[in-house]
């Protein structure tokens, strides 16, 4: 089992940048492939992007491609989600999510994630 917290929210400027943390607990972090998702007020949780657990595959929902970066410190338990010229359309609650892998793929779906963090507040003004 794996405990996800996730931190590095905020309000930002239309432009801005923020730098979002999940630190996961346990050994066996390497083992699980992870995600970043999003809920906007009134809006279905969607999928931002995922890694491997290796940290050699990702993958982006076309929205952020170009703009958010995701990766991963095996050795810090911690995936991280770099996001860059943000716009007040990326306002929503973000989560990391898990998922124990033996493929070493990553995963778009949400139905296939075990273990999520809280969520962390990003307020995009413009």
């Known amino acids: 089992q794996v405990q996800l917290v996730e931190s590095g929210g905020g309000l930002v400027q239309a432009g801005g940048n923020l730098r979002l943390s999940c630190a996961a607990s346990?050994?066996?972090?390497?083992?699980?492939?992870m995600g970043w998702f999003r809920q906007a007020p009134g809006k279905e949780r969607e999928f931002v992007a995922a890694?491997?657990?290796?940290?050699?595959?990702?993958d982006y929902a076309e929205s952020v491609k170009g703009r958010f970066t995701i990766s991963r410190d095996n050795a810090k338990n911690t995936v991280y989600l770099q996001m860059n010229s943000l716009k007040p359309e990326d306002t929503a609650v973000y989560s990391c999510?898990?998922?124990?892998?033996?493929?070493?793929?990553?995963?778009?779906?949400?139905?296939?994630?075990?273990?999520w963090g809280q969520g962390t507040q990003v307020t995009v003004s413009s």
């Open positions: 890694i491997s657990r290796s940290g050699g595959r990702t």
């Open positions: 346990g050994r066996t972090f390497s083992s699980y492939a």
């Open positions: 999510a898990a998922n124990f892998d033996r493929s070493g793929y990553y995963y778009r779906s949400r139905y296939d994630y075990s273990y």
